[in-house]
């Protein structure tokens, strides 16, 4: 149940494409998603997060989609760059518990 | 602010030794943590501290140890390093349940 479920493990999307990576939990409890993103030799850094009261937030070019209902939630690169290509990883979190549970990350390689 | 910082950035250690990790943080975090990030693999949490004077386990405790005398610091023992312990060390911090959790640059220990 503490379980977040990434994928995929690896992603090559072209320059100006959409890159797209998705998670599951099981948690009902979870009421906080973020992503992060990290670069070789650097710690993960928060890129952005959700809530379940909106089924979407949009910042730039990231956009993370909320499916409450599936236990779903993804995030969408629009006009993806090489400067873009990084590990992401999705995370889940509640008020009720110290634990971030991470997903397994997904390498994106965007090619210019 | 300098956020969560993190010393030293890299260390080769030989079997044996012992060397603490170092982390700090001008947050106010009440929650750091401890995470070992094994080449692509995901974030696994060693130790964690709820406040100071207060930490408790993780998922992978053996072979490491924690102090957290002021909230600031919060250093990461290892007492006799194995070939097993050769990761990627990342410290993290949160000021409440459920926000977002900030990651220092990391520390990478080869131990030989």
């Known amino acids: 149940q503490q379980q977040v479920k990434q994928s995929p493990q690896s992603l090559i999307v072209q320059k100006g494409g959409i890159s797209i990576i998705n998670c599951a939990y099981e948690?009902?409890?979870?009421?906080?998603f973020p992503w992060y993103q990290q670069f070789p030799g650097k710690g993960p850094a928060l890129l952005i997060a959700?809530?379940?009261?909106?089924s979407e937030k949009k910042e730039g070019r990231f956009t993370i989609s909320f499916n409450k209902s599936a236990k779903q939630f993804s995030l969408h690169i629009m006009d993806s760059q090489p400067g873009d290509s990084a590990t992401y990883f999705c995370?889940?979190?509640?008020?009720?518990?110290?634990?971030?549970?991470f997903g397994t990350g997904t390498r994106l390689k965007v090619l210019a | 602010n300098a956020g969560v910082t993190q010393t030293p950035k890299f260390r080769i250690l030989k079997i044996g030794q012992s060397m603490t990790l170092q982390c700090t943080q001008d947050m106010n975090h009440n929650y750091m943590y401890w995470y070992r990030q094994d080449p692509g693999m995901g974030l696994k949490l060693i130790y964690y501290s709820v406040g100071a004077g207060i930490t408790d386990k993780g998922e992978v405790p053996n072979g490491y140890n924690v102090s957290r005398s002021t909230t600031e610091d919060f250093p990461l023992r290892l007492e006799l390093a194995a070939p097993s312990q050769t990761s990627v060390y990342f410290c993290?911090?949160?000021?409440?349940?459920?926000?977002?959790?900030?990651f220092g640059p990391g520390t990478r220990l080869l131990v030989l």
């Open positions: 948690n009902t409890a979870f009421d906080y």
């Open positions: 959700i809530r379940p009261d909106v």
């Open positions: 993290a911090g949160n000021r409440g349940l459920g926000e977002t959790q900030y």
């Open positions: 995370a889940a979190s509640h008020s009720g518990t110290y634990k971030y549970i």
